[in-house]
Structures are given as structure tokens and as C-alpha cells.
Nanobody, 123 residues
Framework: QVQLVESGGGLVQAGGSLRLSCTAS????????MGWYRRPPGKQRELVAL???????NYADSVKGRFTISRDNTKNTVSLQMNSLLPEDTAAYYC?????????????????WGQGTQVTVSS
């Protein structure tokens, strides 16, 4: 069983900062891309930031220069440092990872999602 567990959401004033973390656990052999997505109220889920196994990053235009994604491969963790937060950053944030794990019939590659953590930015 593989799980992604997120932490770090909360309520913050505009201009403030929050740091989200996500840890993968289970029978993990390797982790490919890791990323953060968000679903603003009444809107569809969107990509926020992505980091490859080699450390290359990609950001949504709306967060470039304000958010930083990083990963610690020794701890199977991905983090999202969010600075200069805006009310429009309010959303449920979800961690995502492509994980190769030990399955009953051999290695198994699957996309996994965390349970989500709420970020609310007040104006």
C-alpha cells in the first residue's frame, strides 16, 4: 500500500506565507514526477507546480516567482513553499506522485494522490 500524506495548510492573510509538505510511504521502489495541484472553490483542478525525478521544475504562470517546489528523495517528500499569497490562491491543494511500488505480481507503476489540504488566504 502506498499513501501520500499532506500537511501544512491553513488560514493566512494576503502577503503571507505557507509551506505544504507531502510524504509518500509504503513499498516504494522509485518515485518519478511529484507535483502539487489545487482546486479553487467552484473551479476545476489545476496544476500548480511539478518537479521531476531529476529536479527539473515547472510552474503555473499564476504562481511563478512566488511558489517554490522542492523534493527530498531520501525522505520521499515533496514540499511547496508559498510566498506572497493572494486571495486567489485559496483552494484545496493536492499532492500527486508517480510511484513504482512492489505489487503482489511484481513492480507496479501508478499515479497517487494525497487527501488534500485547505489553504485559505484572506484579503
Amino acid at each position: 500500500q502506498v499513501q501520500l500524506v499532506e500537511s501544512g495548510g491553513g488560514l493566512v492573510q494576503a502577503g503571507g506565507s505557507l509551506r505544504l509538505s507531502c510524504t509518500a510511504s509504503g513499498s516504494i521502489l522509485a518515485i518519478n514526477n511529484m507535483g502539487w495541484y489545487r482546486r479553487p472553490p467552484g473551479k476545476q483542478r489545476e496544476l500548480v507546480a511539478l518537479i521531476t525525478g531529476g529536479g527539473s521544475t515547472n510552474y503555473a504562470d499564476s504562481v511563478k516567482g512566488r511558489f517554490t517546489i522542492s523534493r527530498d528523495n531520501t525522505k520521499n517528500t515533496v514540499s511547496l513553499q508559498m510566498n506572497s499569497l493572494l486571495p486567489e490562491d485559496t483552494a484545496a491543494y493536492y499532492c500527486n506522485a508517480g510511484i513504482l511500488s512492489r505489487g503482489p505480481t511484481g513492480p507496479h507503476l501508478q499515479d497517487y494522490w494525497g487527501q488534500g489540504t485547505q489553504v485559505t488566504v484572506s484579503s
